[in-house]
Nanobody, 115 residues
C-alpha cells in the first residue's frame, strides 16, 4: 500500500485546511485508515481513524468538533477537513493504513498555524 498526503500549508488561527491522502496498491486489504500528527519534540498521536467497514470514526479529544474525517472509496482517497485551527495543531500530519499485521505511512504534510 502506498499513501501520498497533500493539502498542508500555512494558515492563520481560526482558519481551515483540507488534507487529502491518496492510497494505491493493495487497498482492498486495508483494515483501518487514519490520520496522525507529530508536533516538534512530541510523539506521534492519533487524530482520527475509521475501520474499512465504515464503523464509527474515532477522534482525538483535542480535535473533536473541529476536524472531520471522510473517505471516498471510489477514489481510494481519504480527507481530513480541519476547521477552527489553533497554533497547537501545528504538526506534520501523516495518513496511515493498517493491514494485518503491518502499518503503512505516508511521508507527511506540514501544517503550520500562526497566532
Amino acid at each position: 500500500v502506498q499513501l501520498v498526503e497533500s493539502g498542508g500549508g500555512l494558515v492563520q488561527a481560526g482558519g481551515s485546511l483540507r488534507l487529502s491522502c491518496a492510497a494505491s496498491g493493495s487497498t482492498a486489504s486495508i483494515n483501518t485508515m487514519g490520520w496522525y500528527r507529530q508536533a516538534p519534540g512530541k510523539q506521534r498521536e492519533l487524530v482520527a481513524a475509521i475501520t474499512s467497514g465504515g464503523g464509527s470514526t474515532n477522534y482525538a479529544d483535542s480535535v473533536k468538533g473541529r476536524f472531520t474525517f471522510s473517505r471516498d472509496n471510489a477514489k481510494n482517497t481519504m480527507y481530513l477537513q480541519m476547521n477552527g485551527l489553533k497554533p497547537e495543531d501545528t504538526a506534520v500530519y501523516y495518513c496511515n493504513a493498517y493491514v494485518p499485521y503491518r502499518n503503512y505511512w505516508g511521508k507527511g504534510t506540514l501544517v503550520t498555524v500562526s497566532s
